[in-house]
Nanobody, 115 residues
Framework: QVQLVESGGGLVQPGGSLRLSCAAS????????VDWYRQAPGKQRELVAT???????TYADSVKDRFTISRDNTKNTAFLQMNSLKPEDTAMYYC?????????WGQGTQVTVSS
């Protein structure tokens, strides 16, 4: 049974930081690319960051220089370090693991940036 479980979301003030985790089970995690997406109410789901199996990272322009994606294959876990958070970063954050024709989603973790 494949599972992706996100954690680490919460309420944070503008300028603060959060670290999201995406723990995978039931897949050969090291061969999968991992994407972080977010979706705010009334908006389309947006790709935030990607890390390939070779650890190449790419980012949306809106989060570049503030967010860092990483992975620990020994723990089957990917991370999204989010710094200098802004109110517009408020959204449900989802991770997706993908390889060949396979694609798996987690249930999401809520991030709210507000004073």
């Amino acid at each position: 049974q494949v599972q992706l479980v996100e954690s680490g979301g919460g309420l944070v003030q503008p300028g603060g930081s959060l670290r999201l985790s995406c723990a995978a089970s039931g897949i050969g995690f090291s061969v999968y690319a991992v994407d972080w997406y977010r979706q705010a109410p009334g908006k389309q789901r947006e790709l935030v960051a990607t890390i390939t199996r070779g650890r190449t990272a790419t980012y949306a322009d809106s989060v570049k220089d503030r967010f860092t994606i990483s992975r620990d294959n020994t723990k089957n876990t990917a991370f999204l370090q989010m710094n200098s958070l802004k109110p517009e970063d408020t959204a449900m954050y989802y991770c997706n693991a993908n390889f060949a024709q396979k694609s798996y989603w987690g249930q999401g973790t809520q991030v709210t940036v507000s004073s």
